[in-house]
Nanobody, 125 residues
Framework: QVQLVESGGGLVQVGDSLTLSCAASGRTFSGSAMAWFRQAPGKEREFVAVITWNFGMTDYTDSVKGRFTISRDNGKNTLFLQMNKLQAEDTAVYYC??????????????????WGQGTHVTVSS
């Protein structure tokens, strides 16, 4: 059974940093892509960042470029999201997702096969 378990969320102040983790189990994710999405209250789930498992290619939504860094530890099957200079607009539930096999567009949530339960990030001003 495939499981993605996020951790690391919490309440922080504007300008603070936070690192999210996503532990994957149940299968190997070589050849896959893993991503972070987020959903703010009253809004649709949106793409944040993606990393391909084999080659480590990354992509970010514009609002987090230069502030967030996605990375992974292949040996531990773990995905990370380092978030710096957090803003109130970053407040959301953050979800880890995994896509098995290549996708034309990694920014679309429908392309992901597995999802975590989410971790809350609240940025207080």
């Amino acid at each position: 059974q495939v499981q993605l378990v996020e951790s690391g969320g919490g309440l922080v102040q504007v300008g603070d940093s936070l690192t999210l983790s996503c532990a994957a189990s149940g299968r190997t994710f070589s050849g896959s892509a893993m991503a972070w999405f987020r959903q703010a209250p009253g809004k649709e789930r949106e793409f944040v960042a993606v990393i391909t498992w084999n080659f480590g290619m990354t992509d970010y939504t514009d609002s987090v470029k230069g502030r967030f860094t996605i990375s992974r530890d292949n040996g531990k099957n773990t995905l990370f999201l380092q978030m710096n200079k957090l803003q109130a607009e970053d407040t959301a539930v953050y979800y880890c997702a995994a896509a098995v096999g290549p996708r034309r567009n990694y920014r679309l949530a429908v392309g992901y096969d597995y999802w975590g339960q989410g971790t809350h990030v609240t940025v207080s001003s």
